[in-house]
């Protein structure tokens, strides 16, 4: 797939941007650009809003049926075309090939999930005893837009789309710019699914210009958002006066808390993974560690040991822990925070540099980083820096623990570590997370409420939640009497 050349899907077909421009699409593998992908302008964004809003209304009264039919059959053509998917997303974005095959399998979850919630989701009603009774509708909002990152490209794309669809209204899809060739494949897939013309509209492009468009577009009246925080903050400012729908998942900085009466080996284990997988671009993982003082050093050593022996190479050897960082700016970025974390007074025990894996010199690596001695307040405690670094921090009491884990500005996911029932209950409440895992990480019911606290975010996505946001309820009272 060299010199590929990449397309908008709008209105059941592939399209140029109107504007005639491109940007380099790079491998982070090598650093070199392997193809184009459209620079689309608001022209396209236009383009693909005439074409949802004719499909809408047809779409938007499509039997719960063959809704379901259509977007179970697009989760089993990702099944079918697994392996390339997974090959091109490594490509694309970095991650290991292995851990791409898992995300094409949960990106077509996500489409299976949301069909049969297609065949689920029904009103509520509400009996006013011999008086009336009230229902409500939940209708489809029209034609909404969905922007999604560049850390986990085909599984966050088909966590928005697929419940947006499942609920009835035409889509206004951009993926991230660094990552668009599986957003890209899957307009195929849609359309060899049956999914009918205009109901599913992919416009590649930057942020500033295809994602602002869409935000700014009277007419796209819902946005759901998966990115950082001041990109999240910028939305909503533009979208507060047309008083738009937003879902907004943001940054996170995790706590991973590690209690001395945890079975240590599974919280070492689990802890390494939720340090480094995906390089650490996953806004879920763990970056901050607290380990109780009187296990610090048994669980420092085993932590240092798996990061020092995590192999880093190019993400299609199968043997690789640890692939390749999404963009070159994105790796100056975590090396830059590494830097900052030096000036700050870390002590490096595992990683702190690049890394240059034989005939990839030019590649984007990054070792596994554990740093320690650093205050609980300072930067690198504080601010996302989303890549392979881990700070850890020893505590002394619940107390201690339970503030150094709330003190930041996001509120995303927390781990704890331990087999006290009653501690790990009265902890999980004070938390002030979206999510909170009890021995145990990235563990997913698609069902649950997914999103974030403080400035994590706003809403959530996920299961009926995700259908509530991709609806607007209207309730009808009808008198009895
Ligand atoms: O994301 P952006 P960036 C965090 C992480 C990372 C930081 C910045 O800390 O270092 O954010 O990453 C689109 N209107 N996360 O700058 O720009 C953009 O094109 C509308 C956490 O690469 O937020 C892309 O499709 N859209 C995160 C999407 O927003 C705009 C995942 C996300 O990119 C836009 C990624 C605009 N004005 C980064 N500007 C997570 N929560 O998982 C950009 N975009």
């Not at 796209?220 to 925080?229: H, M, R």
């Not at 996302?384 to 623990?401: A, N, Q, R």
């Amino acid at each position: 797939m060299n010199n590929l050349q990449l397309s908008n899907f709008i209105g059941g077909e592939y399209s140029a941007p109107v504007n005639g421009a491109y940007l380099p699409l790079y491998n982070p593998a090598t650093g070199a650009a392997y193809g184009q992908v459209p620079d689309s302008s608001s022209a396209d964004v236009q383009a693909a809003y005439k074409a949802a809003k004719q499909a809408f209304p047809a779409w938007s009264v499509t039997p719960a049926e063959q809704r379901f039919q259509v977007l179970n059959r697009i989760a089993e053509l990702i099944d079918e075309r697994r392996e390339e998917l997974a090959r091109a997303e490594s490509k694309d974005q970095g991650k290991p090939v292995w851990l791409a095959r898992n995300e094409m399998i949960r990106s077509a979850q996500n489409f299976r999930f949301f069909a049969t919630a297609a065949m689920q989701f029904a009103s509520e009603s509400h009996a006013m005893e011999d008086k009336a009774i009230n229902y409500t509708l939940r209708q489809p909002i029209g034609v909404v837009g969905c922007i999604s990152p560049w850390n986990l490209p085909l599984y966050l794309f088909s966590w928005k789309i697929a419940p947006a669809l499942a609920a009835g209204n035409c889509v206004i899809a951009k993926p991230s710019e660094f990552t668009p060739v599986t957003a890209w494949m899957l307009g195929q897939i849609c359309q060899d699914a049956g999914l009918p013309a205009g109901v599913l509209n992919i416009v590649q492009g930057l942020g500033p210009s295809v994602g602002q468009s869409m935000v700014e577009h009277p007419g796209i009246k819902a946005i759901s958002f998966t990115g950082g925080t001041a990109t999240g903050k910028h939305l909503a400012a533009t979208a507060a006066p047309m008083f738009k729908k937003l879902s907004l998942e943001l940054g996170g900085k995790n706590p991973n808390m590690i209690f001395a009466d945890a079975q240590l080996d599974k919280a070492v284990k689990t802890t390494v993974s939720s340090s480094f997988l995906n390089q650490g671009e996953i806004c879920l993982c763990g970056s901050r560690v607290f380990i109780e003082r009187s296990v610090y050093e048994e669980v420092k050593t085993q932590l240092v040991q798996a990061a020092k022996e995590m192999k880093v190479g190019p993400p299609d050897a199968e043997d690789i822990r640890m692939g390749a960082i999404v963009s070159k700016p994105h790796y100056e970025k975590v090396l830059s925070y590494i830097e900052l974390a030096k000036q700050e007074g870390a002590t490096v025990l595992a990683g702190g540099l690049a890394v240059f894996p034989e005939g990839h010199e030019q590649g984007w690596y990054i070792a596994p980083t554990i740093l320690e001695n650093l205050a609980f307040d300072c930067r690198c405690n504080q601010e996302e820096i989303f890549g392979p670094v881990i700070t850890l921090t020893p505590f002394d009491t619940e107390e201690e623990v339970l503030m150094m884990a709330n003190s930041t500005e996001y509120g995303l996911a927390a781990t704890l570590w331990t087999e006290n029932l009653t501690r790990a209950h009265r902890m999980a409440s004070q938390l002030q997370m979206g999510i909170v895992w009890i021995n145990c990480w990235l563990l997913r019911d698609l069902r649950t409420p997914f999103g974030g606290a403080k400035s994590s975010g706003v809403g959530r996505e996920g299961g009926w939640e995700a259908m509530r946001f991709f609806t607007e309820p209207k309730n009808v009272c009808v008198s009895l009497s």
